[in-house]
């Protein structure tokens, strides 16, 4: 006997319901490995190539292990994280991280651990681990950490084990006293210097213990010998000599500046009372006007050189016609009586008369034509050309 026909629909949608339940929880086990208990949720996304964070795990996961990816925890994976809130232990160690922002972890209230090993983070911004109140264990270990800002350890209160091993750090300065138990700074390349002077003295006044002591070491400036960080001879004196003189360098650069940005206001004043009461601002001058100078002073002296040149002949040629230029007839006249007066008042010389002193004024005015047109020639016999005549 076969069952109504409404018990069979609903047999149909139930069994539809428990197909649709058995594959959603096959793909969860697929893309998601998470285990439950009454106490915690841990999902182990390890090896998997990923390059973001998963956004099909539980919201209420406690344990996330995504270590051996290509994270780089960009934007996007920080909104991710955010939305668990509940996460005690967070892994990305073996990740292409390089760079922590500000607030990477904001929300993580309830985080413990945090294990950040093994990737390439060269720069740790001020505020990156802020809200990590409840924070315990911080691992940096096996990056490219070359320096950290003295404040950005300062929000985390409950810090236990700090593991900065195997990065660049040749110095730390920190400006409040260390809250940790324990600290691993072995593996950096610290310098025996001033700026190393306030981590050994808080690491020796705070007792902390630091793991593997033997190897953490520093070696002084243009030195290859190397001392254990808590017992090489930094001398307080020369510190505070060193940063006296620094001081004064910095102020004595500063005064200079000052001095010169006042001068500068004073020559070029920024601002001009107008006719309205109301200060106009003046425009900067800039380069172009010197550049603009320096052309036009080019182009008028090679105009001027040019000028020069060509009317250097002319004027040449002017200055010789005047210096050779010919008597006028009021000038032979007078150069007549001069020499007249000139002949009459000069005493006489022996052996001469005046048909002498004659012949020689016709020689002188030999240059003067005749007023009859005619030349003279000297090949023409003149008493035989009057014989013809008369």
């Known amino acids: 006997m076969l069952p109504p026909r409404s018990n069979r629909k609903a047999l149909n949608m139930k069994l539809s319901w428990l197909v649709i339940w058995a594959g959603t929880l096959f793909l969860n086990s697929v893309t998601a490995d998470c285990n439950s208990t009454s106490q915690m949720v841990t999902c182990e996304e390890s090896g998997k190539n990923l390059s973001n964070i998963p956004t099909n795990l539980f919201q209420n996961v406690t344990n996330l292990s995504l270590k051996n990816n290509k994270i780089t925890l960009k934007d996007s994976d920080k909104d991710i994280l955010q939305s668990f809130i509940n996460l005690t232990e967070l892994y990305l160690n073996e990740n292409m991280i390089t760079l922590l922002y500000n607030n990477s972890f904001c929300n993580l209230t309830k985080l413990i651990i945090l294990d950040i090993s093994n990737n390439q983070i060269s720069t740790v911004h001020k505020a990156a681990f802020a809200g990590l109140n409840q924070l315990l264990v911080l691992n940096l270990s096996y990056n490219m950490i070359t320096q950290l800002d003295s404040g950005v350890f300062t929000s985390l209160n409950s810090l236990t084990v700090l593991n900065l091993h195997y990065n660049l750090l040749k110095s730390f300065d920190i400006k409040s006293a260390l809250k940790v138990i324990k600290i691993v700074l072995s593996g950096n390349p610290w310098t025996c210097s001033c700026d190393l002077l306030d981590l050994q003295i808080r690491l020796t006044a705070s007792g902390v213990a630091i793991e593997n002591e033997n190897n953490t070491t520093c070696t002084f400036p243009n030195t290859e010998e190397r001392f254990s960080i808590q017992t090489a001879a930094i001398l307080l004196a020369d510190c505070k000599t060193q940063k006296a003189s620094l001081e004064n360098t910095i102020t004595s650069t500063s005064a ?63 200055l010789i016609s005047y210096r050779h230029r010919r008597l006028e007839e009021r000038d032979s006249e007078m150069f007549e009586q001069e020499f007249s007066a000139d002949m009459s008042s000069s005493p006489t010389v022996s052996g001469t008369d005046n048909e002498d002193a004659t012949v020689i004024f016709e020689k002188i005015h030999a240059f003067v034509p005749g007023e009859d047109g005619f030349i003279e020639d000297k090949y023409i016999d003149i008493d035989s050309y009057v014989t013809e005549e008369s």
């Open 256 to 318: 200079i500046k000052l001095r010169r940005s006042a001068l500068l206001t004073t020559l070029t004043p920024k601002n001009i009372t107008g006719n309205n009461g109301t200060h106009a601002e003046l425009p900067r001058l800039g380069k172009s006007w010197t550049f603009l100078a320096g052309v036009l002073g080019f182009v008028l002296s090679t105009t001027l050189l040019i000028f020069t040149a060509i009317k250097c002949p002319t004027w040449y040629q002017h």
